[in-house]
């Protein structure tokens, strides 16, 4: 069985540039969850996403960053006009349904470098 | 912010048990513990989670104190690739689901 795919696994950017980051939940999950880590620090909340909508975004910054999770394919976080502060690793997790008994599986990230 | 208390680091002889220890002395009565731990330069990995009972799967054992300020992660015969960072999570219950919110967990090294 396949798990959380995220692609790619490495990307560079140029400052100002846009970063689309994607996301392939496990078969069968419905719901996403975005999680950034920076350099030395640990993993800080993004947005959790359920086919086609939003659920909670309080983690997100209110500029520059978008997500979404539409009915056919993969989830897409995207960075627009990139900065190097946007350097981190960004990681994808999945689960079958909401609640605190349902755990996430996460996939191994996309490693953002701004240059 | 993550309500658990963790020691920042410790070590482990290959072969022996691990026993990872943490506090969430503030947890309610609806809140899971949640073990996660990540290998570096990967994503976290789920290891185990449990409310009130002592749970084991095919990874560790999760042993809960009774009144649930305290839970004890134990890797029965660590090897050097459970190497990794450990975090111990209370699953927080907010609206609709229950955010999961990273410390900064324990830095466990399994040494030869």
């Known amino acids: 069985n396949a798990g959380v795919m995220q692609n790619p696994r490495h990307l560079v950017r140029r400052r100002g540039q846009e970063a689309r980051l994607r996301c392939s939940p496990v078969?069968?999950?419905?719901?996403v969850y975005w999680y950034r880590q920076l350099p030395e620090e640990g993993l800080k909340f993004m947005v959790y996403?359920?086919?086609?909508?939003?659920?909670?975004e309080s983690g997100m910054p209110k500029e520059r960053f978008s997500a979404e999770f539409p009915k056919e394919g993969p989830s897409i976080l995207r960075i627009q006009q990139v900065v190097r502060g946007d350097s981190a690793a960004y990681f994808c997790?999945?689960?079958?349904?909401?609640?605190?008994?349902?755990?996430?599986?996460f996939g191994n990230g996309t490693r953002l470098t701004v240059t | 912010d993550a309500k658990t208390t963790q020691p920042p680091s410790m070590d482990c002889a290959e072969g022996r048990a691990a026993n990872l220890p943490c506090n969430h002395s503030t947890i309610s009565g609806n809140e899971y513990v949640y073990w996660y731990r990540q290998i570096h330069s990967q994503g976290p990995q789920y290891i185990i989670h449990g409310l009130k009972n002592n749970e084991t799967n095919e990874m560790a054992s999760l042993i809960i104190t009774e009144d649930r300020k305290s839970s004890t992660l134990i890797l029965p015969h660590a090897t050097l690739r459970d190497t990794a960072v450990y975090y111990c999570?209370?699953?927080?219950?907010?609206?609709?689901?229950?955010?999961?919110?990273f410390g900064a967990g324990t830095q466990v090294v399994v040494t030869p």
């Open positions: 078969k069968g999950h419905s719901h």
């Open positions: 996403l359920q086919k086609e909508n939003i659920i909670d």
């Open positions: 997790a999945s689960s079958p349904k909401a609640g605190p008994n349902s755990p996430l599986h």
């Open positions: 999570i209370v699953r927080v219950q907010t609206d609709s689901w229950g955010k999961l919110q």
